[in-house]
């Protein structure tokens, strides 16, 4: 079944692959990204009657909607929405200015909240549709000098969980995918940002540009093997509301869960001892 698929964030990385996976099995493509010519470059040569490029930056409110109506427009539907655009503020908390935390949030929560009230009327009209957000193993478990970062994937965790909930009775699947380091620009200079500032006490036990750069094309994860898995999670009747990906999500998320886990039952008598004796 050939579906109409709107992604953000599509012009490099996992957006991009995603995009050539879901061409690649006979779908028809909405691709945006803020940098119209970098779109142009990626996907020169797929054709262009189940191609469409927008140029959109996730973080103004005011494009999401004519860029759902553009797409609506060209192709009458959206059955997939793949919110990927996104980026990493890494850095010590007090190292990070807040005009960049609010601009780290602005991207990788409000835009994907922009895009979400943008095109979930599409999709109740259509009483289908399938919102695949793309969160990280960051949003369940904390990285040191990552904490700005990881709260916006917390965020999405809790937004696609309760989503799940509201949109369930109009039969539209929310996924939230997991993935853990994957071999990207996410690391690059010409994405990933660090704390503006540096506080010794933190530098003395080294910068967190030092402990993330030699990471910088050695992670694990495989872009286009996760995009042919989000183009399978799309088709699939009854798909999950989280995936992992990558075999260190899923290692570090289990070994997370059983110290959770233990911490329950260490904690449980003190848990409940809050709760009202009448």
Known sequence: MSRIWFITGAGRGIGAAIVRAALAQGHS?????????????????????????????????????????????????IDVLVNNAAYGQMGNLEEVPMADVERQFGVNVYGVMHMLQAALPVMRRQRAGHVINISSVGGLLG???????????????????????????????????????????????????YGAKTIDDYAAQGTVED???????????????????????????TPPAQLLAGSDAVAMT???????????????????????VA
Request: hydrophobic fraction near 45%; include cysteine.
């Open 29 to 77: 493509v909405v691709a945006s990204g803020r940098n119209l010519a970098q779109l142009q470059a990626s996907f020169d040569g797929a054709d262009p009657a189940r191609l469409l490029l927008l140029e959109l930056d996730v973080a103004v409110e005011a494009q999401a909607a004519p860029a759902i109506a553009a797409a609506t427009e060209r192709f009458g539907r």
């Open 143 to 193: 990285f040191n000098g990552a904490s700005v970062y990881c709260a916006t994937k917390y965020a999405i965790e809790g937004l696609s969980a309760s989503l799940a909930l509201e949109l369930k009775p109009f039969g539209i699947h929310v996924t939230a995918v997991e993935p853990g380091f994957f071999r990207t620009e996410f690391l690059d200079q010409s994405s990933v940002r």
């Open 211 to 237: 402990a993330y750069s030699p990471y910088r094309g050695k992670q694990l994860g495989d872009p286009l093997k996760l995009a042919d898995v989000i183009v399978r999670l799309a088709g699939m009747e």
């Open 254 to 276: 289990a070994a997370a869960l059983d110290a959770r886990r233990a911490e329950l039952h260490e904690w449980r008598s003190l848990s409940e001892s809050t709760d009202h």
